[in-house]
């Protein structure tokens, strides 16, 4: 699903570091599941945690196979103004799927007239809904923030954090305190990487690749955007290459 921040393009390339010595029956963890363009490549025990009820609720009722409608411009401003007259789950729906770029509620995506003829952004959501919604059964999705969200013990725990610096999310974002849960993790057993473009200096960076992005590290928004995505883990995990 076009989420703001998706790391869809590159995640094959990030999960072949993550997976690489993931033990049977291992859960994988993301705390910020977002638009679950990363938890969709996994297979086995695997938990996405969101901070957004109204996206946790989408994920879990498109799970027990719910079919979103069509929303037409009208209905999309009565749910971003009355979200408490209607289900989370559509809420979640109309503030990523029908929002352009995937940015809670950051605009009407519809229908388009473009060069090459008209584009139906929600057809796109729809259909890539479809293909994506097979490959999401079996994660249980919760609704918690980062720090609240109970993980087993062991895990393989993938971070994807709104990037200090970048255009906002739905709420405000402590990145002081995030990366003392990260310190405070990889100390307690978890194996946890980090997607951003910077980290403190007690964190090494495992892996990085440009890319363009609707995201960038100057903070502004728009397409075409050049950034150094990065991995990062803490330097406690660092034994045998990357944390082995």
Known sequence: MK??????????KI???ILEERKDGQFYVEPFVGGANMIDKVTGNRIGGEFNNYVASMWIELQKGITPPTITRDEYKDIKDNKENHPAWLVGWAGIA??????WFGGFAGEVKTREGIRD????AHKN???QIENLKGVKFISSSYDELDIPACSLVYCDPPYEGTTGYKDTFNHVEFWDWCRKMSKEGHKVFISEYNAPVDFVEVWSQEVSSSLSANGKS??????????????SQLKNGHGG
């Open 3 to 12: 989420y703001m921040g998706s790391k869809n393009r590159i995640a094959k």
């Open 15 to 17: 999960l072949s570091i």
């Open 98 to 103: 029908c929002s352009y770029s995937g940015k």
């Open 121 to 124: 952004y929600q057809a796109e």
């Open 129 to 131: 809904l479809k293909k």
């Open 222 to 235: 728009g397409k075409n955007k050049k950034s150094i995505e990065k991995l990062f883990i803490h330097n």
